[in-house]
Structures are given as C-alpha cells and as structure tokens.
C-alpha cells in the first residue's frame, strides 16, 4: 500500500516538472505575428562596426552650380534714337500734312485761314501761338507772295518751337560731385519709367550712374526703377514703404558721392492733393539733397496726350520747384504735336526730352529742327 502511495507521488512530480520545462519554452520564443527584436552584437571600446553588407555609403554631396551673372543690356545710343523717333513721328504726324494741305491750296481764302488756325488750336499749340502763327503765315504766303509753302512753314513752325532754349541735359557736376538730376511730376505720367529710361540713356554715354526710388508712396514705384536698374547694371537705393522721401534722396546722393559717379537721378512722388503739402515734400528733398551737392536738373514730366489740362499741372510744380527741363511723354505725332509749343510757352523752360512709345529706348532728346521735319514728313 505504502508502495502505491509513494508511486503515485512520483507521477505527479514528474508531470508538475514536465509543465514548468514547457512555460520556460513559451517565454523565449516570439509571439505569433511579431518580429523578435534583434540585439545588436556588443564592441568592446574603440571597435568598429563595418556597415551591413546590403547598405549602400553615403553619396558625396553634389558640388554647388555656379549661378550664371545676368546679361546687361546695351542701351541704344541717342544718335541713333533720334533716327527712329523721327520716322515715328512722321508715320502719324497728321499736323504736317493737314497744314501742308490747307496751305497748298490756290485761293488761300478766309475759309482756308480758319481751318488752318482751328487745326493749329486743336494740336493743343494755344490761342497766342497759333495767332501769331497765322499772322506770320498770312504776310509770307499772301502778301510777300512766296511760291514756297512747305519752306515757309517749315521755318515758322522751327521760330515758334524756338531752337535758340538750351535743350542740353545738365547731368554733371562740379568740384568732383555727380550731376543731381530731380525727376518730378504727376503719378500716371510716366516719370518712374522716364526715370528709368533716362538712366538707360547715361549708361549708352558710359556714364556711372545711382538711381534713388524716393516715391515711397508708391510701393511699384521703387520695385519698377529696380527693374530698370537691374537691366542695364545700375544701382537703385530705396527705402521702407511709405518712409521720408528726403532721406532716402540723402543716402542715395551720399552712395553717389561716396562712389565718385557722374550722375544720381532722383524720382520723387507725384501726389498733389494740395499745392503746399506738394511744396514742403519736393522743397525738403532739394533742401536736403543739397546738403551734399547741388541740384544741376530739375526735370518735369509731362503726358502730352492730356493736352492743355496737362499744363494746370505743369504750372503747380513749375511754381513749387525750380523747372529747368521738360520730358515730354507719349507724343505720338498724333494732333497733339503742338503741345510742346504750349508747354515752353507757358512754362518759359524748355522741352529736352521726348517719348514717343513703349520700349526701352523709346526716349530721345529733342531737336526743334528734327521734330518740326518729323511733322512734315509725308
């Protein structure tokens, strides 16, 4: 019986044993669906691991590309511009013909006389020019009896023009300062491209030159004279939006100087919500830009498709600022020529730059000679 017991006692330990070897087994193996993490193998210090044999180095880093310098434009040369205004202005100048028209006719009657001097008023010449204009006309061509119309019109249109103004562009200084040219005008005339477009002239003469985007106003004002400085390799100096016109003048006068350029061009803002707020503006810039060096040219931009309403404009900053030149903008030849007669008139300051489309060098000095043939052209 004892036998039994003691038998029976053994089975159970056996099985008990048989139980704790099999748990021991579930514990080390993965559980189903997961994979068994993997030691990495232990270095002792200062091993190196070599990388797996199916991991590829590193590549070397791809040398930088060099980043090409931009292309400068060569601008056109004034010669040359006033070759090609010239034959655009003559291909619409509807004034010449119309007068050559009236004047050719064989009986130069009343009639006549009043269609010519409603041609010459709607040109925009005005009420005084164009009377002294057909005066003058009436005594040559009916009274002396010349055979020439087209030589004696072509000689008065040149005396009312008046080739005797200084039309040349002050944009030099003296004592080793750059010339300092004031760029003013109304905004939509065309005076921030004129500005650029007259730095685009400096540079065809290989002069240095510094472009200062005083109309903060205007935040296109200052990224468009970047882009014209950009094309043709100038620098323009321009300051926060909306910040002292007159001190971004000052740094770029004092860049000028600081470099020994020949030329600074100034654009200013063309607001003119009253006539003093427009005065004290311009007259603090000139003030201080003058502190550096002199103002040689005061330029005023003028549209001249807005004919005689233009001139109210014109009279305002003439008044404000000391006017030394026009440019004239837009004057496509068109019935408007007469507006620079108008303008010089008005004014008592000559026209010395004229703009006749949309180009780049679409900018030319003006010869009263040149533009008088232009408008007679056929």
Request: negative net charge; hydrophobic residues 45%; aromatic residues 2%.
């Amino acid at each position: 019986m004892e036998w039994i017991i003691l038998s029976a006692v053994v089975g159970v330990a056996l099985v008990l044993l048989l139980v704790v070897l099999g748990g021991v087994g579930l514990l080390t193996r993965s559980a189903p669906g997961r994979t068994p993490k993997v030691e990495p193998p232990r270095t002792a210090p200062g091993d190196v691991l070599a990388p797996p044999a199916d991991t590829e180095a590193p590549a070397e880093p791809a040398p930088e590309a060099e980043v090409a310098a931009p292309t400068l434009e060569r601008p056109e040369r004034p010669a040359s511009r006033l070759v090609r205004l010239r034959q655009r202005l003559a291909g619409s100048g509807t004034l010449g013909r119309g007068l050559l028209g009236l004047l050719s006719r064989d009986q130069l009657d009343e009639d006549t006389w009043e269609a010519i001097e409603d041609l010459l008023l709607g040109a925009d010449i005005g009420v005084q020019p164009t009377q002294e204009l057909v005066e003058r006309l009436r005594t040559r061509l009916r009274v002396e009896g010349s055979p020439d119309a087209r030589t004696v019109l072509r000689e008065e249109l040149v005396a009312l023009v008046d080739p005797s103004m200084d039309r040349a562009l002050h944009v030099s200084g003296s004592d080793g300062n750059p010339g300092i040219v004031l760029v003013v005008g109304v905004n939509g005339t065309g005076k921030t491209t004129t500005v650029g477009k007259l730095a685009r002239i400096l540079v065809a003469e290989d002069r240095s030159v510094v472009l200062a985007a005083a109309d903060t106003f205007r935040a296109a004002a200052a990224d468009q004279l970047g882009t014209w400085g950009e094309r043709v390799g100038v620098e323009v100096v321009r300051g926060p939006e909306g910040g002292d016109p007159a001190s971004v003048a000052f740094d770029a006068v004092k860049e000028g100087v600081d470099r020994a350029v020949d030329t600074v061009v100034v654009d200013t803002a063309g607001r003119l919500q009253n006539k003093q707020g427009l005065m004290d503006e311009l007259g603090k810039v000139k003030r201080v830009i003058e502190k550096l060096a002199p103002v040689t040219e005061v330029l005023l931009v003028l549209d001249a498709t807005t004919g005689q309403n233009g001139l109210v404009q014109a009279k305002v900053f003439s008044e404000v600022v000391d006017v030394t030149g026009i440019a004239l903008t837009k004057l496509d030849g068109s019935a408007k020529g007469g507006i620079v007669v108008a303008v010089q008139r008005q004014l008592g300051v000559p026209v010395k730059l004229v703009g006749l489309g949309e180009g780049p060098d679409d900018l030319a000095p003006f010869d009263a000679g040149a533009f008088v043939d232009a408008l007679l052209s056929a």
